[in-house]
C-alpha cells in the first residue's frame, strides 16, 4: 500500500490498485490470529535507515483482555498507566486521521480475525505465510504523526549518542588493500551510507536543540576531529605499506 501526503488534507491513505487483490488473498492467507494492539514507543529509542531517515521504534502494546497487563474485562486503563510510567508515548488509533484506523483486522481462510497495520500485507508464498512491510509508506506515516505531534522529535542526548556511533563507524572503515572492485564497492557504500546519517542526524541535532533549548557539547568537534584525524593517520599508514605497481619481487 502506497501514500500520498497532502499538506492541507489529513493523512489518507491512498487506495492500491491491487487492494481487491489483496483482500481477496488476504482470505486465503493461512495466519494464526493476531489480537488488536496500539503503537507505542519510548523517546529515547531511535533507529535510523540506509538514507538517514529517522524513526522511533514502534512497539505493539496488546489490547486483549487479560494480556499485556490489560484488565480480563477488556480494560486498558490500568495497562495504559504502566506503560506511561514506563516512558512509553502511546499513539491513538485515529491519529493518523478522524475515523481511520492505522490497526487493520481481517479473516484468515479459517474465519479467524487477524489484526494487521496499515504498512503491513499478508500474502501466501509457496504455501507459506509472509508479511509485507512498506518501507515508503513508513517515512509518510512517522511524518504525518511528527507533524501532528504524537511523536515528539528525539532529544539532543539520544542524537548525540546516535551521532557518536555513527562517525565511531566511519572512523573505523578502512579502504580495501586489494584492488577487488566488490570489495570497493562494498566500501563506499558503507562510507556512503554512515556519510548520509551523520549529515541527517547533524541536522535532526540542530532542531532538536532549538525545540529543547540544550547547547550542543563543545567535546563532540573534538571528538570528531580526532576520529578524522585517526582515519587520514591510518589511511596514510595503509598507503605507504602496500606495494606500489609495477615494483619489481625481490628487489
Known sequence: MSFT????????????????????????????????????????????????????????????????????DGSFERAEIQYRKRGIVLIPHEALAEGTDYVVPYRNRRGK???????????????????AFDDEGRKLVIQALRKAGYIKPPKPHVLRGMLELA???????RIPRSEDSLAMERYDDSKNRLQRQIAKLEEELAASVEVYGEQHSPARGLASNLLQRLKEEAEAEEAAAAPKKGAKRGS
Open 167 to 173: 562517525q565511531g563507524a566511519l572512523g573505523q572503515l
Open 5 to 72: 501526503p497532502d499538506p492541507s488534507a489529513p493523512f489518507q491513505p491512498e487506495p492500491s490498485p491491487n487492494l481487491a487483490k489483496q483482500a481477496q488473498e488476504q482470505g486465503r492467507v493461512r495466519d494464526q490470529p493476531r489480537g488488536n494492539y496500539i503503537w507505542g514507543y519510548h523517546p529515547d529509542d531511535w533507529q535510523q535507515d540506509g538514507e538517514g531517515n529517522l524513526f522511533p521504534v514502534l512497539t505493539h502494546l496488546s489490547k486483549e483482555a487479560g494480556n499485556g497487563g490489560v484488565d480480563k
Open 113 to 131: 480475525v487477524v489484526h494487521r497495520n496499515i504498512l503491513q500485507t499478508p500474502y501466501m508464498d509457496q504455501g507459506v505465510t509472509k508479511w
